[in-house]
């Protein structure tokens, strides 16, 4: 009993000098890195992602304007981030654009922002704010903004490199992803392929120059001012059921309206080879328009 006593003493005397001691904080350089989510594309998954937490986390950020309607710039946010904990004062980053890999031209492609910025007290990360701005080149041709952190007084780049989560969630490459995660590429285009759900064929009875079809033929311009005229976004053709039968009718008969109404005005819609835009419901009243054919520049009504 005497020696069992002693026993459970010695642990009790053990366990009181474990809990004096006190774990060391960390007091490395803390890093500072690009850490920017998107929705996983390709997600495959019998649940559903509830929280941005669940998001990939990428080396690129990529924009697509022909998906964001009719704007003509779009902020996008970059987010750094910081290794260890908060500090109880501002720290200070810097990066710089990587020329050699960037093919986005500045006041062109994207507006002029700062290359110095704060992690503020008590935080671990900023957004930083990037304006890019639509133009004729990017309907043709994908630009790219490469950006590269930069050591300070208050951030070294030890942790540059993210290794992804084999995380049975997602079911795409993005599983095993790794990526130097001081730099960050932004890749802008205004490519605009014929959406799924273009009504192009189909259409009974009334037909015209430009071939059967609520709408016509397709055009990037003629896609453009319906997004414009409706408040509506790329995706919205892309899907039976955003595009049903019944909305291309209403779409083409809206439309059609409208450019009526500007022929009459004398301001009509041209193509971008001339001719004048159509839709379903305009029925002849073109005639002197069509496919490779110029308007000629006279109104039906003079």
């Known amino acids: 009993m005497k020696q069992t006593i002693l026993c459970l003493l010695a642990m009790i005397i053990a366990l009181g000098s474990c809990e004096q001691k006190e774990l ?65 004062y501002d720290r200070t980053f810097r990066m710089k654009i990587d020329t050699d890999s960037t093919t986005a031209v500045e006041g062109m492609d994207y507006e002029a922002f700062p290359l110095e910025g704060v992690i503020s007290a008590n935080t671990i990360y900023t957004d930083i704010p990037i304006t890019l701005l639509r133009n004729v080149q990017l309907q043709t041709s994908e630009r790219q903004l490469v950006l590269q952190l930069l050591p300070t007084d208050d951030f070294t780049l030890d942790f540059s490199v993210w290794r992804g989560v084999n995380d049975q969630l997602y079911s795409h490459r993005y599983d095993k992803l790794t990526f130097n ?84 005005n004398r301001t009509p819609v041209l193509e971008e080879d001339g001719r004048l835009m159509w839709f379903l419901y305009c029925q002849n009243l073109f005639q002197s328009s069509g496919p490779g054919v110029p308007w000629d520049g006279t109104f039906t009504f003079d």
């Open 24 to 88: 060391k904080d960390y007091d490395g350089p803390e890093s500072v890195y690009f850490f920017v989510q998107h929705y996983p594309e390709g997600y495959v998954s019998s649940g559903t992602i509830s929280s941005i937490d669940d998001w990939v986390v990428d080396s690129v950020s990529k924009v697509e304007f022909v998906k964001l309607g009719a704007v003509t710039r779009y902020e996008t946010l970059i987010r750094v981030k910081t290794t260890g904990a908060t500090k109880n």
């Open 181 to 264: 995660a001081t730099r960050h590429a932004i890749r802008v285009n205004d490519i605009m392929p014929k959406p799924s759900r273009w009504p192009t064929e189909g259409t009974p009875t009334l037909t015209y120059k430009e071939g059967d079809g609520y709408f016509g033929m397709f055009s990037q311009k003629k896609l453009l001012l319906i997004c414009e005229q409706l408040d509506l976004t790329y995706d919205y053709f892309t899907s039976a059921e955003t595009m049903s039968v019944y909305m291309c009718i209403n779409i083409a008969v809206y439309m059609s309206e409208y450019l009526k109404q500007q022929y009459l």
